[in-house]
């Protein structure tokens, strides 16, 4: 059988090589492993970094972490799963195998059941980043109803997520769109966003469009998708917003959670989060696996993310499928960004 795995070359964000390869069925499974057969897989970017962090570093990473699939065989100590389940879940970051592999082994610790009225686009499209909103908004943020949100790059597919679901908790939601596609996107979700602001619009200010619509008092949580560190940076940047502008408009007592690995706060930066009472936060949410105790949390999260997608509540904004065929050249667009995440649907 076949599977996508990619070879850093250089630069390991941008210039890499992903090659459809054939690879062993697994035959020896686990007590506690369950064997799938893959019915979808989505297409994220690869953290290389964090897999040298890890010292994972192998000749080849397999990619598509994200996959739904019927159950075929399970280990004689697994409790959560039988035969012809249909089930999602996401492989751990040290797996060997690729999502697109026709079978994986995977532990039931990092699957669950999916709903029969969800289809398998849908929940490969929604599992990890329903995750990520959830450790940004309830784990780290604290969100409450009442509160006002700000989510850059509200467009995204995890962007899209995360305003549903502080919709669904009611906080007001401020997002931020990209360019003119993502602002008509982001008017026509429903429930509203409160305010789309465009960065992709030099006449508009991200600082004033955030205190004129909180009345002066700045928001209560920021949900950022990368700053720029320095005012000079590259024209790529120029859709991210810079570290003071989300401080200045940070309200006290606030909370802001980053994915940008790399900040760095000079003391006056920690100066005026210390005046606020305000925190920073992290967002990594290759965590929940890092350590058993979570175990329990993380499958909750993981149940409760398909709940909602069969309820409506989860709404993905989705692309076309991709063939498997296509995997290769779709996977090289959605690591340099020039497309976001793409669905492998096996027929």
């Given at each position: 059988m076949k599977g996508l795995y990619c070879k850093p070359r250089g630069d390991h964000q941008g210039d890499v090589k992903f090659v459809l390869q054939e690879t062993n069925v697994p035959t020896n499974i686990g007590s506690h492993q369950v064997k799938v057969q893959v019915k979808s897989c989505a297409l994220s970017p690869v953290d290389f970094k964090l897999y040298e962090d890890l010292k994972l570093e192998n000749e080849h990473v397999p990619v598509g972490r994200e996959i739904?699939?019927?159950?075929?065989?399970?280990?004689?100590?697994?409790?959560?799963?039988?035969?012809?389940?249909?089930?999602?879940?996401?492989?751990?970051?040290?797996?060997?195998?690729?999502?697109?592999?026709?079978?994986?082994?995977?532990?039931?610790?990092?699957?669950?059941?999916?709903?029969?009225?969800?289809?398998?686009?849908?929940?490969?499209?929604?599992?990890?980043?329903?995750?990520?909103?959830?450790?940004?908004?309830?784990?780290?943020?604290?969100?409450?109803?009442?509160?006002?949100?700000?989510?850059?790059?509200?467009?995204?597919?995890?962007?899209?997520?995360?305003?549903?679901?502080?919709?669904?908790?009611?906080?007001?939601?401020?997002?931020?769109?990209?360019?003119?596609?993502?602002?008509?996107?982001?008017?026509?979700?429903?429930?509203?966003?409160?305010?789309?602001?465009?960065?992709?619009?030099?006449?508009?200010?991200?600082?004033?469009?955030?205190?004129?619509?909180?009345?002066?008092?700045?928001?209560?949580?920021?949900?950022?998708?990368?700053?720029?560190?320095?005012?000079?940076?590259?024209?790529?940047?120029?859709?991210?917003?810079?570290?003071?502008?989300?401080?200045?408009?940070?309200?006290?007592?606030?909370h802001w959670v980053t994915t940008e690995q790399h900040l760095q706060l000079d003391p006056p930066d920690s100066h005026i989060l210390f005046l606020k009472a305000a925190s920073l936060s992290f967002l990594n949410d290759e965590v929940w696996t890092a350590s058993r105790a979570r175990q329990g949390r993380y499958l909750h999260i993981l149940k409760d993310v398909m709940d909602k997608l069969s309820t409506g509540t989860f709404r993905p904004q989705l692309e076309d499928p991709v063939p498997l065929y296509e995997a290769t050249v779709s996977m090289e667009m959605v690591q340099r960004k020039q497309m976001r995440k793409r669905i492998v649907v096996k027929l």
């Open positions: 739904t699939g019927v159950v075929l065989q399970v280990g004689p100590k697994v409790t959560f799963f039988q035969p012809d389940d249909e089930v999602v879940g996401i492989l751990p970051v040290d797996a060997e195998q690729s999502g697109l592999c026709s079978v994986v082994l995977i532990d039931e610790y990092n699957l669950v059941q999916k709903p029969e009225k969800v289809s398998w686009f849908e929940a490969a499209a929604v599992i990890k980043d329903g995750l990520r909103a959830y450790t940004a908004l309830h784990t780290l943020a604290r969100m409450a109803a009442g509160q006002t949100v700000l989510v850059l790059d509200g467009a995204g597919p995890f962007g899209v997520l995360a305003i549903q679901l502080a919709h669904y908790h009611g906080v007001k939601v401020l997002a931020t769109a990209l360019s003119p596609d993502d602002q008509k996107f982001l008017e026509e979700l429903r429930p509203s966003v409160a305010r789309v602001i465009r960065m992709w619009d030099s006449k508009e200010n991200l600082v004033d469009s955030c205190l004129e619509e909180t009345g002066g008092l700045g928001v209560d949580i920021v949900i950022d998708s990368g700053v720029r560190l320095y005012e000079e940076e590259a024209e790529a940047q120029r859709h991210r917003p810079h570290k003071h502008d989300l401080l200045t408009l940070l309200s006290v007592g606030g």
